[in-house]
DNA sequence: GACTCAGATCTGTCATATCATAAAATGAGA
DNA sequence: TCTCATTTTATGATATGACAGATCTGAGTC
C-alpha cells in the first residue's frame, strides 16, 4: 500500500484513497460515506475530496443524492445485468483483436496467467480477483486499442466492488474455465474467439446475479433514503436475509 | 433551446450549456474555455462551472491541464480508432438484442427513421446528424438495455463534436446505405445483424478519418500548450490546412 | 410497544478568497 | 526584426464559510 508515487492533486490522492477502500471492502455496499470526516483523515479541505467523490460516481461505484449523502453503490438486478451486457460486448471485441493482432509473447503469458486463475480459483480466494483482473487486462491489452483496454478496465472496477462481499460460490465452476477460454483465443479464429468470450461473460453474469441476490432486497429496504446511523445495521437483520 | 426544465443544481446548469454550446459548433475544437468567463455569463461562481467542466472531461469532449486551462478536445488518428472500436463493439451487441428482442414497432419505425436518414444525408445536412443520432438511439433502446442505450449515448455525444467542422463529405455514400442495414436488423437473424452493423461502424470510421485529418495536424502544432489569445488562429494559417 | 414532531446534526451546494503556476505581454538588447 | 528574460495577467487548485435541505434524536403522545 504505498502512495502512488507524487499524486500531484489532492483530488486524485483522494480518489485512489477512497477507490482503494471500496475495492477492498473497507466500504461496505451501501455504507454512507462523508466528505468532511475524510477529508480531516487526509488533512484536507473537503473541496478535492468532493471532486474526487463526484469522479467516483460517474464511474458507478457511489450514488448520491443532493443533501442527503453519498454512499457506495448497492446494484440492482437491471445493473448487474446491463453491467454485464456492455462488459460482454467490450470483451468480446477485445477478444476477436486479440485473436487476430496479438503477439506470441502476449499468447504466451495469457496461457500462464490463465492456468495460474484456474489455479486459485479452487484454493486462494484472496489473489483470486486481481490474478482474474489481470488475465482480461491482458486479454485487453493484447488487442492493440488503449481506449478499448480503458473502456474494459472501468467496468470492471465496478464490478469488483461486488465481489468485496461473502463468497458463497464454491459452485463447481469446471477446473479449465479459464484455460480453455484461452485456449481459443490464442488459436486465432476471431469468430470463435469472440464467441468463447461471449459464454464466458454470461457464465460470469449468471454467478454475479447468485451472489448477489440477498444485496437485491437490501436495496429495496433502503429505499431512496441515505441511512447515516446503524439504522441500516437493523434493516440487515430485519430482512429475509439468507445473507449467509 | 429551452431550459431542460428546472435544473435544480447551477452545476448541471452549466453541463448543458457548455455542453450544447460545443456540440453546436459554438466552441472550435482546441478552444480554451474559461470558468470565470462562463460563470460570470451564467451569473453563478466558478465552482459549480468547474464541475461541470470536469464532467464534460470525463465524458471526453473536454481536456485540461493543471493550471493551464481547459479547451475542446482535438482527437488524434488514435482517439478516432479507439472510439470507433469501442463504439462498434457496443453498437454490434445492440443490434443482435435488437434483433432478436426488439418488438414490431420498433421494427416498424426504424424503417421510417432509415428512410428519413438516407434522404436527408444528400440534402438537408443540418438535419442529418440528429435524425441519425436518432436511428442508432432507437437501435439501442429496442434492445432493451437501459445501461447500453446510455453508453451508446456517450460515446455519440463525443463524436458530435467531430461533425460540427468542415463537412467536405458528399462523399458518394450508398443512397440506402441505413436502409440496408435496418432491413437486416429487422429480420431478426443476430449473426448477421451483427456483422451489417460492424460493417456500418467501420465505413463511419473512414469517413471520420478523412473529415478529420486536417485537424490531426493542429493538434500537432497546438502540442502540449493551451493558447489563450489568437495565436492559435496565426498557428491555423501557417499549417498545410487544406482546411476547406 | 408504535407514532408524531420539533430541534440538533450532518449533508451537499455554492460563494468568496488565496495561492502556485502557465501563458501573455512587455521591453531591453542583438 | 528577432531573441530572451522579465513582469503581468489568467488559470486551475484549494481553503473556508454560509446556507438549505435531509437525516437523526429524543421527548411526548397514544
Known amino acids: 500500500m504505498k502512495e502512488t508515487a507524487m499524486p500531484s492533486s489532492l483530488a486524485s490522492e483522494a480518489y485512489e484513497f477512497v477507490k482503494q477502500r471500496i475495492l477492498r471492502g473497507n466500504f461496505t455496499m451501501g455504507q454512507v460515506i462523508s466528505r468532511r470526516k475524510i477529508a480531516a483523515e487526509l488533512g484536507m ?10 469522479r467516483l460516481e460517474f464511474e458507478g461505484l457511489l450514488e448520491s ?6 454512499r457506495v453503490r448497492i446494484p440492482s438486478p437491471e ?6 451486457i456492455v462488459r460482454e460486448a467490450l470483451e468480446v471485441q477485445a477478444s476477436m483483436l486479440f485473436a487476430a493482432v496479438a503477439t506470441e509473447e502476449d499468447r504466451i503469458e495469457l496461457h500462464a496467467l490463465a492456468a495460474r486463475v484456474d489455479a486459485m480459483s479452487a484454493t486462494n480466494q484472496s489473489l483470486y480477483l ?18 478499448l483496454s480503458l473502456a474494459i478496465e472501468k467496468t470492471h472496477a465496478l464490478a469488483s466492488t461486488w465481489f468485496c462481499v461473502a463468497r458463497p460460490h464454491s459452485d463447481e465452476s469446471p477446473p479449465r474455465r479459464h484455460s480453455d477460454l484461452v485456449d481459443i483465443l490464442v488459436a486465432g479464429d476471431p469468430v470463435k474467439a469472440a464467441e468463447a468470450m ?3 461473460v454470461r457464465r460470469g453474469m449468471e454467478n454475479t446475479m447468485k451472489r448477489l441476490k440477498p444485496y437485491f432486497q437490501i436495496r429495496k429496504a433502503y429505499g431512496k433514503t441515505f441511512f447515516r446511523s446503524e439504522k441500516r445495521d437493523k ?3 430485519i430482512l429475509p436475509s439468507a445473507l449467509n
Open 130 to 147: 486481481p490474478a482474474h483482473e489481470k488475465l482480461h487486462r491482458r486479454i485487453a491489452e493484447g488487442a492493440r486499442c488503449p481506449a
Open 235 to 237: 434493516l440487515r437483520i
Open 65 to 70: 443524492r443532493p443533501r442527503a449523502g453519498t
Open 79 to 84: 445493473d448487474v445485468r446491463g453491467h454485464y
Open 198 to 200: 461471449r459464454e464466458h
Open 45 to 54: 479541505s473537503f473541496l478535492p475530496v468532493s471532486e474526487a467523490l463526484l
